[in-house]
C-alpha cells in the first residue's frame, strides 16, 4: 500500500475527522481512507444528490429536535437557507 500526504488541512476539517475516528473506533488514517473509499464509490455509482449527502453524513443522525425544526421552517416565509455547520 502507499501512502498519502494531505497538506494544509483546516483546523476544523481535522478536529471533525478526528471526533469522527473516534466515534467510529478507528485512527485517523482509517477514518480518512474510510471517508475517501465511501466518496469514490458514490462518484462511480451515479448515485442521486439524496444519496450523496447521505454518504457524506454517514452514520450521524438528526435529534428528534432538530427533525421538529427543520419541520416547522419548511412552512416559514422568507426563511434564511439552512446552516449545516457545526
Known amino acids: 500500500m502507499g ?4 497538506r ?3 483546523e476544523v476539517m481535522k478536529r471533525q475527522l478526528q471526533e469522527s ?7 485517523l488514517s482509517e ?8 466518496q469514490i464509490a458514490v462518484e462511480r455509482s451515479g448515485a442521486s444528490a439524496g444519496q450523496r449527502l447521505r454518504s457524506l453524513i454517514g452514520e450521524e443522525r438528526l435529534s428528534e429536535d432538530e427533525v421538529k425544526a427543520i419541520a416547522a421552517a419548511r412552512h416559514e416565509r422568507d426563511r434564511e437557507p439552512p446552516r449545516f455547520d457545526r
Open 21 to 27: 475516528a473516534q466515534r467510529n473506533g478507528r485512527s
Open 3 to 6: 501512502d498519502l500526504l494531505i
Open 31 to 38: 477514518e480518512a481512507i474510510e471517508i475517501i473509499r465511501r
Open 8 to 10: 494544509d488541512v483546516p
